[in-house]
T-cell receptor, first 115, second 113 residues
Framework: KAGVTQTPRYLIKTRGQQVTLSCSPISGHRSVSWYQQTPGQGLQFLFEYFSETQRNKGNFPGRFSGRQFSNSRSEMNVSTLELGDSALYLC??????????????FGPGTRLTVL | GENVEQHPSTLSVQEGDSAVIKCTYSDSASNYFPWYKQELGKRPQLIIDIRSNVGEKKDQRIAVTLNKTAKHFSLHITETQPEDSAVYFCAAVTQGGSEKLVFGKGTKLTVNP
């Protein structure tokens, strides 16, 4: 099976702009989670989507949002970008059906730089 | 909410030595504990995981132990090799129908030849 893919791989934006990142999960996986990775804060959970519904949400401001489509592909959006949003954004997919912890497979990430 | 502490933040060993990384978690309802390895510029990859009904799991040179009473779990790498050099993350998942991973801050392991 093809692995998790993310587009774009690199992105440069300026403060105040908005950005949309895309994630395609492994075929058959219905859960997609998003994480922000920074040197200072490590890997932090943004949100999880399962069957087009947000199932869990981390402690990020409302500028961070996401959605999932019927084919399980997911997008996340960050509006009114701030310098501190510069990070590697990783998505991970899993079957999502057990509800008791499943192996999550990560994509290569999108490196966002905000100038 | 769940909190995961990981120690040490950096670890340097000689090739052939063992390496141990320790994590503690706060939520007693956590039931799944994966370990990820992230090489520079690459995605995190699962190397081993353990569930709350198991005390120890081993896969070749890698082993994980879990102490539910003390709420801590550890990664053991024996006979380390230079290619083991990477950042290792522990994580916990709390039972409740979500796949949210709460990560430790990571341990940068350097294996010196």
């Amino acid at each position: 099976k093809a692995g998790v893919t993310q587009t774009p791989r690199y992105l440069i934006k300026t403060r105040g702009q908005q950005v949309t990142l895309s994630c395609s999960p492994i075929s058959g996986h219905r859960s997609v989670s998003w994480y922000q990775q920074t040197p200072g804060q490590g890997l932090q959970f943004l949100f999880e989507y399962f069957s087009e519904t947000q199932r869990n949400k981390g402690n990020f401001p409302g500028r961070f949002s996401g959605r999932q489509f019927s084919n399980s592909r997911s997008e996340m959006n960050v509006s009114t970008l701030e310098l501190g949003d510069s990070a590697l954004y990783l998505c991970a997919s899993s079957p999502g059906t057990s509800g008791r912890g499943e192996t999550q497979y990560f994509g290569p990430g999108t490196r966002l730089t905000v100038l | 909410g769940e909190n995961v502490e990981q120690h040490p933040s950096t670890l340097s060993v000689q090739e052939g030595d063992s390496a141990v990384i320790k994590c503690t978690y706060s939520d007693s309802a956590s039931n799944y504990f994966p370990w990820y390895k992230q090489e520079l510029g690459k995605r995190p990859q699962l190397i081993i995981d353990i569930r709350s009904n198991v005390g120890e799991k081993k896969d070749q040179r890698i082993a994980v132990t879990l102490n539910k009473t003390a709420k801590h779990f550890s990664l053991h790498i024996t006979e380390t090799q230079p290619e083991d050099s990477a950042v290792y993350f522990c994580a916990a998942v709390t039972q409740g129908g979500s796949e949210k991973l709460v990560f430790g801050k990571g341990t940068k392991l350097t294996v010196n030849p």
